[in-house]
């Protein structure tokens, strides 16, 4: 992920699965659960993304 502030672009893999989210002019790469099974929900608070949270369980 590569980011330009000056233009205020950025860049990320297509090629790789991935989470985004963007707060405040940053753009923020959300963590995958560490089994490869979970889910992240993402709550919103005055029309922006305020928390995010990561759950997975173990099989």
């Known amino acids: 992920m590569a ?3 000056e233009d ?3 860049e990320v ?3 790789k699965d991935a989470v985004y989210r963007v ?3 940053r753009l923020q790469k959300l963590d995958s659960p560490p ?3 979970g889910k992240q929900v993402i ?3 005055d029309n922006k993304p305020s928390v995010w949270e990561l ?3 173990g099989k």
């Open 55 to 57: 759950s997975y369980t």
């Open 35 to 37: 089994t490869g099974f």
């Open 43 to 45: 709550t919103w608070q």
């Open 13 to 15: 893999d297509l090629m």
């Open 23 to 25: 707060m405040n002019g």
């Open 8 to 10: 205020m672009i950025a």
């Open 3 to 5: 980011t330009r502030d």
